[in-house]
């Protein structure tokens, strides 16, 4: 057997080990679905949010607006378990666009089903099917867990300080800026 026969066979026992994660774009209709997904990414970086519907409406608005990609990954038995939100940006330095991952999230009863990998994955897949000239994210320094995704996936840790003033101006769940994956 060649190499690439028995690496075929491996990934054909791992895809009937792992229900597959199905990835798709939120619409309207699914506002209610990642919010409860985006409250439970914030509760994960322990934000205080003052208005209950907040999260909601911030979704929302970005759908209806069309001002961020939002992906759900559904995983057979278990429902909709994470959520990825992503930015459109410019990079000044690459004098091209760039895409910044702003949020992923996988929920608790999702984790370990490759739902945070696959939504990552479909992040770069659309990325490089939009000819953008990278994907840009933060993760707590004490989220390992997510560094050791976004590494196995090809992201490189920049030597770059991320800096932040608060104007207070903004409500609590603009504060974070942090992508987080459990999956």
């Given at each position: 057997m060649t190499g690439q026969a028995a690496q075929q066979?491996?990934?054909?026992?791992?895809a009937q080990a792992d229900p597959p994660v199905a990835v798709r774009v939120a619409g309207e209709a699914d506002v209610e679905t990642a919010?409860?997904?985006?409250?439970?990414?914030?509760d994960f970086y322990e934000v205080d949010v003052a208005d209950p519907d907040g999260p909601?409406?911030?979704l929302a608005e970005r759908i209806a607006?069309?001002?961020?990609?939002?992906?759900?990954?559904?995983?057979?038995?278990s429902g909709t378990?994470?959520?990825?939100?992503?930015y459109r940006a410019f990079s000044s330095l690459t004098l091209s666009t760039a895409w910044?991952?702003?949020?992923?999230?996988?929920?608790?009863?999702?984790?370990?089903?490759?739902?945070?990998r696959a939504?990552?994955?479909?992040?770069?897949?659309?990325?490089?099917?939009?000819?953008?000239?990278?994907?840009q994210l933060e993760t707590a320094y004490d989220n390992t867990v997510a560094q050791g995704l976004y590494e196995a996936e090809g992201f490189v840790r920049e030597e770059f300080h991320v800096y932040f003033h608060d104007l207070g101006a903004a409500t609590s769940t603009a504060a974070s800026t942090e992508a987080s994956a459990e999956g």
């Open positions: 066979q491996v990934n054909q026992a791992a919010a409860a997904l985006f409250r439970g990414y914030l909601r409406a911030f607006k069309d001002e961020s990609l939002v992906l759900l990954a559904d995983v057979p038995g378990v994470g959520f990825a939100q992503v910044i991952l702003n949020d992923l999230y996988v929920a608790p009863a999702g984790r370990r089903t490759g739902a945070g939504l990552l994955r479909e992040v770069l897949r659309r990325a490089r099917a939009a000819g953008v000239a990278g994907v």
